[in-house]
């Protein structure tokens, strides 16, 4: 019955095409499926200290070492001292964005603390010459993705009967792992869709498409 | 059918599973397409603001210089970059509302073919220069003979500026250009009503009679009387009848469209009189008797002869401005845009006084108590007298900003070869455009955006308002500077008394503000910036009414050739907005086309000079030929071929350049007789095919919705029934 319909014909390069399309397929997944092995690794990192009244994401993530032009050190910073997140990413709480801390805020406490250091003495030329740094993205989502920290922190820190401000940094660390363990930070969650969705489901999170993409 | 089973159909199965398969997959891979970790770099502020937010927009108010209607806008601002405009709801032009050419303003801003850098022509082309080169080089030139300024619309203390530094240099005249205007529709009010500028209140007539008014679109104020006309709809639903030969957006929205043939308007505004005079009994006070005498001419059939419009239509027309009071008749664009254009006008107002609508819907307007800021309102009859001044050696030096004269005039004006007579041009602009190219020196400007400025709108209801325009983000191209700032270190080096005490543009404003509102409080002045706008004094004007000057008669040959009408569109504008690909991109009102131009052809017409859609056609009038395509449809008359304008540069950067043609440059050089208003729909053209064809961009293929109701409509019988009144 086919043959006899002129109009299916036979397409001649429909075979070499569809091998072709599907040997593509075939390395891009495979490959990316290779990535993942590579940097999913559950158990190198420590993922943090837990929120409670939360379903924790337990999913790690091993990004790459991003170098930075100051070797800024958040173990001493957020760990050693205490210091709040959002002491330094101040603008968490009030926009989409966490927001680099103006160079101002470092120079406040670093006029007098630890003037000695050589990173310190650094950041102090850059202050004086009047430039800022060019820090490097670490965590960077698709331009098609609007993640906002303020409603995030809203959800899990400020309504949060069972957890204190100052605890801040356990919520940060769903998504940014322990950064109080980190001198740069570097990415320690997938930050893939699937995570998002994951956590939004666990969570009861919203699960329109337009959430998330406007 | 022995090489493959699969055919398409299968093929495409496959290929839609196996994309499902890679999208499911794809939720928990990382996308290395898109992402930027480790590769671009994140900045922080030295010290910010307090009230700067990484993330967070602030809106700032200011005024857009798109068109001379001065709507008010609020940009958004975030991390140091402005990203949308929209309209400021406290200006009394615009209530919050902006039209796509304010919105595309932001393209401008950021466009990558902005001028840079100051250049100096030397050894015939133009060469990178510094400011301090340039300025030098004009200091030395500017006093060496005859100077004039060629300007567009110019108001608030910019004229003031550009006029000092005329005065500075020993000139005397100042073109102010501007190809799409209301000059013999604002002459014509101030003859007649004794008003230039006189307050059109839409929203209170049941009828409106527009005759080529284009007032959704191009005249005087577009937004503003597009919220009129959104108040005139809503019910009791007033009733629109737009008479012009080709479709514009306004008409496009009427209930009647009347397709006239051009330059018959005049005619058609007498034979509608004729019918209320003498068969609703309509007295006609105030009306002379020669002009009594000249409507009783002109009865209804008489004028279905010259105009081409049914009797029928004439005297619904008639019965329908009869019966509902106050209406309101319009003329403008392609009614005033012949060389009767002004008896047009007057034929229109005189409608309004035989209808009693002075006083209603035409009501005074308001004069500015320091006349020195208001409008200087360019018009096309400037660039007829700067062609010829030109030409005739009368100007040696010529300062030029804000118009494009090069790009607007008529061949037939001989513009380039007067251009090439003035000794010393110096072009002030932010884009190299026809004219640019071809100065001595180029000044690069800094955008509207980054710019300090006052302006005075060209329509205002009520109060008056002195519009403020200031920088919404630091200058894209840093080596740029503002209009104010060049004019007043020109003026200030050229000796201008009483600068001296302002070292920039935004300090000469501020002071001239003040002294204005009586204050110097800093409070105020945010106060002020933050409005975006701020009234100033003003004198209430008197309404009268004498009978305006009306010649019906057409210099029309029937010599089978068609009337070209260079047509105007919101968008391209006078062809200021071919640089921006969101106008270009946005399909035309009327033909849906976009990025190129296209000439209307009735279908009839079309059919007998055996064109089809999207052929290529060459339009030739007496000084010129230019070659579009043709779009067939039925909202021309069929004497007609409509081009518009705007496309067709030579110049003005990557976007505009070559793309579409400029019926302008092919207009005979007919005038209005009375304001010298360069005709628009005066030049006869021979239209052939060029042999080719080539399907045209647009985004709706067909005008019928084949019945899948995605408008509804009624039958026009029923809607004769219900709505319309005519």
Same mark, same amino acid.
């Given at each position: 019955?086919?043959?006899?319909?002129?109009?299916?014909?036979?397409?001649?390069? +429909?075979?070499?095409?569809?091998?072709?399309?599907?040997?593509?397929?075939?390395?891009?997944?495979?490959?990316?499926?290779?990535?993942?092995?590579?940097?999913?690794?559950?158990?190198?990192?420590?993922?943090?200290?837990?929120?409670?009244?939360?379903?924790?994401?337990?999913?790690?993530?091993?990004?790459?070492?991003?170098?930075?032009?100051?070797?800024?050190?958040?173990?001493?910073?957020?760990?050693?001292?205490?210091?709040?997140?959002?002491?330094?990413?101040?603008?968490?709480?009030?926009?989409?964005?966490?927001?680099?801390?103006?160079?101002?805020?470092?120079?406040?406490?670093?006029?007098? +603390?630890?003037?000695?250091?050589?990173? +310190?003495?650094?950041?102090?030329?850059?202050?004086?010459?009047?430039?800022?740094?060019?820090?490097?993205?670490?965590?960077?989502?698709?331009?098609?993705?609007?993640?906002?920290?303020?409603?995030?922190?809203?959800?899990?820190?400020?309504?949060?009967?069972?957890?204190?401000?100052?605890?801040?940094?356990?919520?940060?660390?769903?998504?940014?792992?322990?950064?109080?363990?980190?001198?740069?930070?570097?990415?320690?969650?997938?930050?893939?869709?699937?995570?998002?969705?994951?956590?939004?489901?666990?969570?009861?999170?919203?699960?329109?498409?337009?959430?998330?993409?406007? | 059918?022995?090489?493959?089973?699969?055919?398409?159909?299968?093929?495409?199965?496959?290929?839609?599973?196996?994309?499902?398969?890679?999208?499911?997959?794809?939720?928990?891979?990382?996308?290395?397409?898109?992402?930027?970790?480790?590769?671009?770099?994140?900045?922080?502020?030295?010290?910010?603001?307090?009230?700067?937010?990484?993330?967070?927009?602030?809106?700032?108010?200011?005024?857009?210089?798109?068109?001379?209607?001065?709507?008010?806008?609020?940009?958004?601002?975030?991390?140091?970059?402005?990203?949308?405009?929209?309209?400021?709801?406290? $200006?009394?032009?615009?209530?919050?509302?902006?039209?796509?050419?304010?919105?595309?303003?932001?393209? /401008?801003?950021?466009?990558?073919?902005?001028?840079?850098?100051?250049?100096?022509?030397?050894?015939?082309?133009?060469?990178?220069?510094?400011?301090?080169?340039?300025?030098?080089?004009?200091?030395?030139?500017?006093? $060496?003979?005859?100077?004039?300024?060629?300007?567009?619309?110019?108001?608030?203390?910019?004229?003031?500026?550009?006029?000092?530094?005329? #005065?500075?240099?020993?000139?005397?005249?100042?073109?102010?250009?501007?190809?799409?205007?209301?000059?013999?529709?604002?002459?014509?009010?101030?003859?007649?009503?004794?008003?230039?500028?006189?307050?059109? /209140?839409?929203?209170?007539?049941?009828?409106?009679?527009?005759?080529?008014?284009?007032?959704? #679109?191009?005249?005087?104020?577009?937004?503003?009387?597009?919220?009129?006309?959104?108040?005139?709809?809503?019910?009791?639903?007033?009733?629109?009848?737009?008479?012009?030969?080709?479709?514009?957006?306004?008409?496009?929205?009427?209930?009647?469209?009347?397709?006239?043939?051009?330059?018959?308007?005049?005619?058609?505004?007498?034979?509608?009189?004729?019918?209320?005079?003498?068969?609703?009994?309509?007295?006609?006070?105030?009306?002379?008797?020669?002009?009594?005498?000249?409507?009783?001419? /002109?009865?209804?059939?008489?004028?279905?002869?010259?105009?081409?419009?049914?009797?029928?239509?004439?005297?619904?027309?008639?019965?329908?401005?009869?019966?509902?009071?106050?209406?309101?008749?319009?003329?403008?664009?392609?009614?005033?845009?012949?060389?009767?254009?002004?008896?047009?006008?007057?034929?229109?107002?005189?409608?309004?006084?035989?209808?009693?609508?002075?006083?209603?819907?035409?009501?005074? #307007?308001?004069?500015?108590?320091?006349?020195?800021?208001?409008?200087?309102?360019?018009?096309?009859?400037?660039?007829?007298?700067?062609?010829?001044?030109?030409?005739?050696?009368?100007?040696?030096?010529?300062?030029?900003?804000?118009?494009?004269?090069?790009?607007?005039?008529?061949?037939?004006?001989?513009?380039?070869?007067?251009?090439?007579?003035?000794?010393?041009?110096?072009?002030?602009?932010?884009?190299?455009?026809? *004219?640019?190219?071809?100065?001595?020196?180029?000044?690069?400007?800094?955008?509207?955006?980054?710019?300090?400025?006052?302006?005075?709108?060209?329509?205002?209801?009520?109060?008056?308002?002195?519009?403020?325009?200031?920088?919404?983000?630091?200058?894209?191209?840093?080596?740029?500077?503002?209009?104010?700032?060049?004019?007043?270190?020109?003026?200030?080096?050229?000796?201008?008394?009483?600068?001296?005490?302002?070292?920039?543009?935004?300090?000469?404003?501020?002071?001239?503000?003040?002294?204005?509102?009586?204050?110097?409080?800093?409070?105020?002045?945010?106060?002020?910036?933050?409005?975006?706008? *701020?009234?100033?004094?003003?004198?209430?004007?008197?309404?009268?009414?004498?009978? #305006?000057?009306?010649?019906?008669?057409?210099?029309?040959?029937?010599?089978?050739?068609?009337?070209?009408?260079?047509?105007?569109?919101?968008?391209?504008?006078?062809?200021?907005?071919?640089?921006?690909?969101?106008?270009?991109?946005?399909?035309?009102?009327?033909?849906?086309?976009?990025?190129?131009?296209?000439?209307?052809?009735?279908?009839?017409?079309?059919?007998?000079?055996?064109?089809?859609?999207?052929?290529?056609?060459?339009?030739?009038?007496?000084?010129?030929?230019?070659?579009?395509?043709?779009?067939?449809?039925?909202?021309?008359?069929?004497?007609?071929?409509?081009?518009?304008?705007?496309?067709?540069?030579?110049?003005?950067?990557?976007?505009?350049?070559?793309?579409?043609?400029?019926?302008?440059?092919?207009?005979?050089?007919? $005038?209005?007789?009375? *304001?010298?208003?360069?005709?628009?729909?005066?030049?006869?053209?021979?239209?052939?095919?060029?042999?080719?064809?080539?399907?045209?961009?647009?985004?709706?293929?067909?005008?019928?919705?084949?019945?899948?109701?995605?408008?509804?409509?009624?039958?026009?019988?029923?809607?004769?029934?219900?709505?319309?009144?005519?």
């Amino acid at each position: 019955m086919v043959k006899n319909n002129p109009r299916k014909r036979p397409i001649p390069w +429909i075979r070499l095409s569809m091998v072709v399309v599907l040997v593509g397929a075939i390395i891009v997944i495979a490959a990316q499926i290779l990535d993942q092995k590579l940097h999913y690794t559950s158990t190198d990192v420590v993922p943090g200290p837990i929120v409670p009244g939360t379903q924790y994401p337990d999913e790690a993530f091993t990004g790459i070492d991003v170098p930075q032009p100051i070797d800024f050190s958040h173990k001493i910073h957020a760990g050693d001292n205490e210091i709040n997140c959002m002491f330094c990413h101040t603008y968490a709480r009030r926009s989409k964005v966490s927001g680099i801390p103006p160079l101002s805020k470092c120079m406040g406490c670093h006029t007098v +603390i630890a003037t000695e250091k050589p990173e +310190i003495q650094k950041l102090t030329a850059m202050w004086e010459k009047g430039e800022s740094p060019q820090w490097n993205k670490v965590h960077d989502l698709p331009d098609f993705v609007h993640f906002t920290h303020q409603r995030h922190l809203k959800r899990f820190l400020f309504d949060n009967q069972e957890l204190d401000v100052s605890d801040a940094k356990r919520v940060c660390s769903m998504c940014h792992g322990d950064i109080a363990e980190m001198t740069v930070a570097k990415k320690s969650r997938p930050l893939t869709m699937g995570f998002c969705i994951r956590c939004h489901e666990a969570n009861e999170g919203p699960s329109d498409c337009t959430k998330c993409h406007k | 059918m022995n090489q493959s089973k699969l055919d398409r159909r299968q093929f495409l199965k496959g290929l839609g599973l196996g994309g499902a398969g890679v999208a499911l997959a794809g939720c928990d891979l990382p996308s290395y397409v898109t992402l930027e970790q480790g590769e671009e770099n994140v900045i922080s502020y030295l010290a910010p603001n307090e009230y700067v937010i990484p993330g967070v927009g602030v809106w700032y108010a200011s005024t857009c210089v798109g068109c001379s209607a001065g709507c008010g806008i609020h940009g958004r601002v975030r991390e140091g970059r402005v990203l949308k405009l929209e309209g400021n709801p406290d $200006s009394g032009v615009n209530m919050g509302r902006l039209c796509q050419m304010g919105q595309a303003a932001l393209q /401008h801003h950021f466009n990558p073919d902005r001028i840079a850098n100051p250049m100096v022509r030397k050894n015939g082309a133009l060469v990178e220069a510094s400011w301090d080169e340039a300025i030098a080089l004009i200091n030395e030139k500017s006093k $060496s003979g005859k100077a004039a300024w060629v300007t567009g619309t110019i108001s608030g203390h910019q004229r003031v500026m550009a006029q000092t530094h005329l #005065g500075a240099i020993g000139g005397s005249r100042h073109y102010a250009v501007e190809q799409i205007n209301a000059n013999v529709w604002k002459t014509a009010c101030k003859d007649i009503i004794n008003d230039p500028n006189p307050e059109i /209140h839409l929203e209170k007539a049941k009828v409106i009679f527009s005759l080529g008014a284009d007032f959704l #679109g191009t005249f005087i104020s577009p937004v503003h009387f597009a919220a009129s006309y959104a108040e005139f709809r809503t019910p009791p639903r007033g009733t629109l009848i737009q008479a012009e030969p080709a479709m514009s957006l306004t008409g496009g929205n009427a209930d009647h469209w009347v397709g006239i043939k051009p330059g018959s308007e005049t005619a058609l505004a007498l034979g509608v009189a004729n019918a209320l005079m003498n068969n609703h009994g309509v007295a006609g006070n105030g009306i002379s008797n020669a002009t009594k005498t000249l409507i009783n001419k /002109h009865d209804p059939e008489t004028v279905a002869g010259i105009c081409a419009v049914p009797v029928g239509r004439i005297e619904k027309i008639a019965a329908s401005l009869a019966a509902n009071s106050p209406s309101l008749v319009l003329a403008g664009g392609s009614a005033t845009g012949n060389a009767n254009g002004y008896s047009a006008a007057a034929a229109a107002l005189m409608l309004n006084q035989m209808l009693g609508n002075i006083g209603t819907t035409i009501t005074a #307007g308001r004069e500015l108590a320091y006349p020195q800021l208001d409008l200087v309102e360019g018009n096309s009859a400037n660039l007829k007298d700067l062609a010829i001044d030109a030409n005739e050696g009368k100007i040696d030096v010529l300062f030029v900003s804000g118009a494009n004269p090069l790009f607007l005039a008529p061949k037939s004006l001989k513009m380039l070869e007067g251009w090439n007579k003035v000794g010393f041009k110096v072009v002030l602009s932010s884009m190299l455009d026809e *004219t640019a190219e071809a100065a001595d020196v180029v000044l690069p400007l800094a955008s509207s955006l980054e710019d300090w400025g006052s302006h005075i709108p060209s329509y205002a209801k009520g109060t008056r308002n002195l519009a403020l325009q200031q920088p919404l983000m630091e200058p894209v191209f840093p080596n740029t500077r503002g209009f104010g700032d060049v004019v007043l270190a020109l003026a200030k080096d050229a000796g201008a008394p009483g600068l001296d005490d302002y070292d920039d543009y935004y300090g000469y404003l501020r002071s001239a503000i003040s002294a204005l509102k009586k204050t110097d409080s800093e409070k105020e002045w945010n106060g002020f910036l933050m409005a975006g706008q *701020t009234q100033i004094p003003s004198l209430g004007r008197k309404l009268s009414y004498s009978d #305006g000057k009306i010649t019906p008669t057409m210099n029309d040959s029937d010599d089978g050739n068609l009337t070209l009408i260079a047509s105007a569109r919101m968008g391209m504008w006078d062809g200021r907005g071919a640089n921006l690909p969101w106008l270009q991109e946005s399909p035309d009102q009327i033909s849906k086309v976009v990025w190129d131009s296209w000439a209307e052809l009735h279908p009839k017409t079309a059919k007998s000079l055996g064109i089809k859609d999207g052929d290529y056609i060459n339009i030739k009038s007496a000084s010129g030929e230019v070659t579009t395509r043709a779009f067939i449809y039925k909202g021309i008359h069929p004497g007609a071929i409509a081009v518009p304008i705007g496309r067709g540069h030579s110049a003005l950067g990557r976007y505009a350049k070559d793309n579409g043609v400029n019926p302008l440059s092919i207009l005979n050089g007919a $005038s209005d007789s009375k *304001t010298g208003e360069i005709a628009t729909t005066a030049t006869k053209v021979s239209v052939k095919s060029a042999g080719k064809n080539k399907q045209m961009a647009k985004l709706m293929e067909i005008d019928r919705q084949h019945g899948r109701k995605l408008v509804a409509t009624i039958s026009a019988d029923k809607q004769r029934r219900t709505e319309g009144g005519a």
